[in-house]
């Protein structure tokens, strides 16, 4: 069937082709011509708009197949009350959605798996990665290599792929606290054991200072930024202090999680066990029992103890994100530093959209933001590592 000499396969071929070609500026010249002709398609523009026409492809009723042969017999059995040419124009139109019927699911399909290849080329998800800054300035890079570095002191350093252990051997006598920083860049993590046993995971874009040995009577790291999760080996002699920004966390033995991004104008302390002290700068003290947490506000000068879902405060530890009632601006945070890209909002108002779920840690960033596609009203263009946020 023809309609201003174009067989409808010839039309529906034209929007397959303007869809996925970006090079052929003569295609584009016949698909512009082609939409414009008078009386083809009744108004076709929105099919030169690609972001539309996934969105159109999306609503069911659009390119019904089945709403779009209903149409065409309610027409021909009115046909005695239309004159024949005109009935050909309708039959063609509706012919013309039942095709688009067809193939809207192909286009769609092929348009979010061709979007998925450029994304998943492009940015991986979070990696073992970082760096330690030995006390004489020495550099060593974590991550793939393996081995053995010797530190001053009688301490033994091994690294492996996830995790860089501190041993103690021959101590050597002196009075000198030797430090060494732990750096983990946007888009990594690290694990680190001290010489006293306790582990400590670190986040992305993180920086924490300890010392090789612990001396004295107590042990004492310094969360310089960033996130950590501690399992503290227990030593009721010496209590484990972990220094922030906004205070002190002292414990005994326990597990707990200390967050304290500058961006974010707070400290976070959680308890997964045990019991630990928080000590602000004011002197301030409060004791947390399991499932709770301490928010220490640097803007307000305020604290605030709540009890929590666990879950939503130290699941990144085990490779899981948990999040509700979260707005849009503090998501993509931490997609930017789990994925270490940068986001822009083209609408300010996409920021204050809420949003709950969990989603595996080590997903690509495509998976991430169509979930969260699917549940708002937003869309995301990547470019590069560059997120734009657009209101639909």
């Known amino acids: 069937m023809k309609r201003n ?5 010839e039309v529906v071929q034209q929007v397959v082709r303007n869809f996925f ?15 414009r002709e008078p009386g ?4 076709a523009s929105g099919l030169e708009d690609k972001e539309q026409l996934v969105s159109w492809l999306k609503e069911p009723s659009r390119f019904s197949s089945k709403d779009g042969y209903k149409k065409f017999q309610t027409y021909v059995r009115r046909g005695r009350k239309v004159r024949v040419i005109r009935k050909v124009g309708i039959a063609a139109s509706f012919l013309l959605a039942l095709v688009l019927g067809g193939t809207a699911y192909w286009l769609n399909v092929h348009w979010e798996k061709r979007n998925h290849v450029e994304l998943a080329e492009e940015i991986q998800p979070i990696m073992s ?21 010797r530190e001053a002191d009688g301490i033994k350093i091994t690294r492996d792929s996830v995790k860089v252990v501190y041993a103690s051997e021959d101590v050597t006598p002196t009075d000198r606290i030797a430090y060494n920083e732990l750096n983990v860049p946007r888009g990594g993590e690290y694990m680190l054991v001290l010489t006293d046993g306790t582990k400590v995971w670190v986040n992305a874009d993180s920086r924490l200072k300890f010392p090789v040995r612990f001396r ?3 042990r004492e790291v310094y969360l310089l930024s960033g996130e950590a999760y501690f399992e503290v080996e227990r030593d009721e002699s010496k209590p484990f202090l972990v220094h922030t920004s906004r205070g002190c966390v002292k414990v005994l033995g326990t597990e707990f999680n200390v967050r304290d991004y500058p ?6 302390t959680t308890l997964v066990n045990g019991s630990v002290q928080f000590t602000g700068k004011d002197k301030k003290k409060i004791v947390l029992e399991p499932g709770f947490q301490v928010v220490a506000d640097s803007l307000t000068g305020t604290w605030d103890v709540r009890e929590v879902n666990l879950k939503e405060y130290v699941g990144w530890r085990n490779g899981l994100y948990v999040f509700s009632h979260l707005t849009l601006e503090e998501l993509m945070r931490v997609i930017e530093r789990n994925y270490d890209v940068t986001v822009f909002f083209a609408n300010e108002e996409c920021k204050r959209l809420v ?23 937003v869309r995301f263009v990547v470019k590069e590592r560059t997120i734009t946020v657009y209101k639909k």
């Open 5 to 9: 000499g174009h067989t409808i396969f």
């Open 21 to 35: 070609n970006e090079e052929d500026e003569e295609a584009k010249k016949e698909f512009q011509r082609l939409m």
């Open 40 to 43: 083809l398609l009744n108004n």
């Open 129 to 149: 990665k970082g760096y330690i800054m030995l006390d004489d300035g020495t550099r060593i890079d974590l991550g793939e290599d393996k081995g053995e570095v």
């Open 216 to 218: 004295g009577d107590r």
């Open 263 to 268: 961006e974010e104008h707070r400290v976070v």
């Open 355 to 377: 949003f709950s779920g969990d989603l595996q840690k080590y997903e690509t960033v495509e998976h991430f933001l169509r979930f969260i596609e699917t549940g708002g009203d």
